[in-house]
């Protein structure tokens, strides 16, 4: 029971992590971007090439991965918001750039190779009630942890933060009071890709990785999205705790149920959409 509890957390905090940044980009942005949990895929494979096939410490590797992914996202965030067009043809742009993001990541990195095993930081297991835990998981779990903190402090108690709410808020009226909207983007776009590559160095040693480990991501972001209202911080930590739980929940108790991980956050968020359609916190859909 512990290490089930374990993983529903870390699971849940990586979701809230992503759902962060998701919502920080549809905020100041004002797109739904299908492409980012590609940035999430790609720090985990940069870590593995940096770990495995560089030879490059743990330390160096982490933090190259994370400034690698920063930099090569925000260059791709800056080229699809030059792009304009129906919220319906930037959806399918941005998931047809992902796809294509994914293939390529995939080809000069996996070389061929199925599933990616990427070594983990700390060796060695812990027995909590006669269960062996890895030592892993509780460093991951500090981590993901600490950085939706890390977040939150930076979203409600810095003069950035207080720049990017006014802008999601009002961007018309930031313009009057002299917020630069293409800087505020520049930063929301910074923010955002490096809580992705985070979240994919972090939980990177927890599971095998291949060219797909994107999609599923990016179905629990679009069930949050719809279960914790777009733009609400506390919404999207909550929705991404209730469905972190439920689909670990569901393949924990249903042997053979791991193929129902895909179908548990669609249907939560159909339930919300049919009992509560502005979602828990925020506005309507």
């Not at 090439?49 to 991965?65: C, E, F, H, M, T």
């Not at 319906?88 to 000069?108: E, N, Y």
């Amino acid at each position: 029971m512990i290490l089930q509890i374990l993983i529903c957390l870390i699971a849940s905090s990586t979701y809230a992590i992503l759902a962060s940044g998701f919502s920080l980009l549809y905020s100041v942005g004002r797109m739904l971007n299908l492409a980012y949990t590609v940035y999430y895929m790609l720090g985990a494979f940069l870590l593995y090439w940096l770990r495995v096939d560089v030879g490059l410490p743990i330390l160096p590797a982490v933090i190259l991965s994370i400034l690698l992914v920063t930099i090569i996202g925000t260059a791709i965030q800056y080229f699809i918001q030059q792009i304009t067009g129906h919220e319906l043809i930037m959806l399918v742009l941005t998931f047809i750039i992902g796809a294509i993001m994914a293939s390529v990541i995939s080809h000069f990195i996996t070389a061929g190779v199925l599933y990616l095993i990427i070594p983990s930081v700390i060796e060695g297991t812990i027995s909590i009630m006669n269960v062996h835990i890895p030592l892993q998981y509780f460093l991951t779990l500090s981590a993901v942890l600490f950085v939706i903190i890390l977040f939150w402090i930076i979203q409600f108690r810095t003069p950035l933060g207080t720049t990017l709410r006014a802008a999601a808020q009002d961007s018309e009226m930031a313009v009057l009071l002299g917020i630069n909207p293409h800087r505020v983007k520049l930063y929301a776009n910074v923010i955002a890709v490096f809580l992705a590559g985070v979240a994919g160095v972090v939980v990177a040693p927890m599971y095998p990785w291949s060219s797909t480990m994107w999609l599923h991501p990016l179905l629990v972001l679009l069930a949050i999205a719809i279960m914790g209202g777009l733009g609400s911080f506390y919404g999207c930590i909550i929705a991404s705790f209730i469905i972190g739980f439920a689909e670990n929940i569901v393949v924990f108790l249903i042997p053979g149920a791991a193929y129902l991980k895909d179908v548990v956050p669609m249907l939560l968020a159909l339930l919300i959409l049919l009992v509560r359609p502005q979602g828990l916190r925020g506005v309507k859909i």
